[in-house]
T-cell receptor
Framework: AQKITQTQPGMFVQEKEAVTLDCTYD???????LFWYKQPSSGEMIFLIY??????QNATEGRYSLNFQKARKSANLVISASQLGDSAMYFC???????????FGAGTRLTVKP | EPEVTQTPSHQVTQMGQEVILRCVPI?????FYWYRQILGQKVEFLVS????????KSEIFDDQFSVERPDGSNFTLKIRSTKLEDSAMYFC???????????????FGSGTQLSVL
């Protein structure tokens, strides 16, 4: 079984500062992928970043980076230089190689303050 | 970029009525999914579909729900007798087959907001 935990229901960050959104996971699948999606108030699910369980380096995509600590089973999203448009719900998700359904955490609502 | 298309964007129905939510996944994708989200809360897995059959379903996906891929392009979710608690945003998603060890992301449609009165 897969389990994703996001313990921060809401986070605030000042514009231009960095913020870390936490995600821990549990799975019995030896090979898996970790994903972050952004959901703005308009409702669409926007893919941000992917980390494979066997990837040696932490993933980066522009201002997004993933702090992957496999032994701790954590995959935190770091957003650098926050912008007002970053205000949204952020979901951590996991998909296994064998059990390939994607499961989501409860989400973190990020608010960027001017 | 290719898109997953969902119709309608909003659906209002009376309790006890049947509804069919429609999705057109990306054409070369092989894995198809339905998720639901109540009032911007958690994104809940309903069902996955691969090789013309259900590969996994959650406890939410009871006998009132069914999925179908009737013609090789559409992927539908049917709720046979809607309840008030079925009111939610329903997302369709699809993904490619895995290439090597890379786990492919899901592409999501923009959702169908279902309101059961």
């Amino acid at each position: 079984a897969q389990k994703i935990t996001q313990t921060q229901p809401g986070m605030f960050v000042q514009e231009k500062e960095a913020v870390t959104l936490d995600c821990t996971y549990d799975t019995s699948d030896p090979s898996y992928g970790l994903f972050w999606y952004k959901q703005p108030s308009s409702g669409e699910m926007i893919f941000l970043i992917y980390q494979g369980s066997y990837d040696q380096q932490n993933a980066t995509e522009g201002r997004y980076s993933l702090n992957f600590q496999k032994a701790r089973k954590s995959a935190n999203l770091v957003i650098s230089a926050s912008q007002l448009g970053d205000s949204a719900m952020y979901f951590c998700a996991m998909r296994g190689y064998n059990n390939n359904d994607m499961r989501f955490g409860a989400g973190t609502r990020l608010t960027v303050k001017p | 970029e290719p898109e997953v298309t969902q119709t309608p964007s909003h659906q209002v129905t009376q309790m006890g009525q049947e509804v069919i939510l429609r999705c057109v996944p990306i054409s070369n994708h092989l894995y198809f999914y339905w998720y639901r989200q109540i009032l911007g809360q958690k994104v809940e897995f309903l069902v996955s579909f691969y090789n013309n059959e259900i590969s996994e379903k959650s406890e939410i996906f009871d006998d009132q729900f069914s999925v179908e891929r009737p013609d090789g392009s559409n992927f539908t979710l049917k709720i046979r007798s809607t309840k008030l608690e079925d009111s939610a945003m329903y997302f369709c998603a699809s993904s490619e087959a895995f290439q090597g060890s890379k786990i492919e992301k899901l592409f999501f449609g923009s959702g169908t907001q279902l309101s059961v009165l």
